[in-house]
């Protein structure tokens, strides 16, 4: 694979903590959620950050397929992610699974769950889960 762009972040201090790019357009304060024994706090946590990019990168890669097949996505289209974090059923740690809620307005909606499927081939997030993860699509 050729690395056409590569990020930089860092934490401090685990789930509990600190976390900013390299570029410093980005610094969170880490809290652990209290349905995880945390205190909650005013922070943020890393599945809230993964539900986001996974948001953003989704939408982009449905933009990128929608225009190949010159379908205009509208700018009020949105992915919302709900990320859950629990024990794994093999009792080996915790693992992940996603829900990417899918709402494209003035679009059919049978235009937009073919271009959700392909969007899902395309996004680098769903690569990297893929096969790791659970992820339902809903388009609404």
Do not use: W
Not at 106 to 118: F, H, P, R, Y
């Amino acid at each position: 694979m050729k690395i056409l762009y590569t990020a930089h972040g860092s934490a401090t201090g685990g789930r509990e903590g600190k976390a900013e790019t390299d570029t410093g357009n980005i610094a969170v304060v880490l809290n652990t959620p209290k349905e995880l024994g945390g205190s909650g706090g005013d922070g943020t946590n890393p599945e809230q950050l993964f539900a986001m990019g996974y948001s953003a990168c989704f939408l982009g890669a449905l933009k990128a397929v929608a225009g190949k097949e010159k379908v205009k996505i509208p700018e009020d289209a949105k992915i919302s992610a709900d990320v859950g974090i629990g024990p794994r059923d093999d009792g080996g740690g915790f693992g992940l699974a996603v829900k990417l809620t899918i709402s494209v307005p003035g679009i059919d909606k049978a235009v937009v769950e073919d271009l959700v499927q392909k969007a899902h081939i395309v996004c680098p997030y769903s690569n990297a889960t893929k096969g790791n993860i659970d992820v339902e699509l809903a388009v609404a």
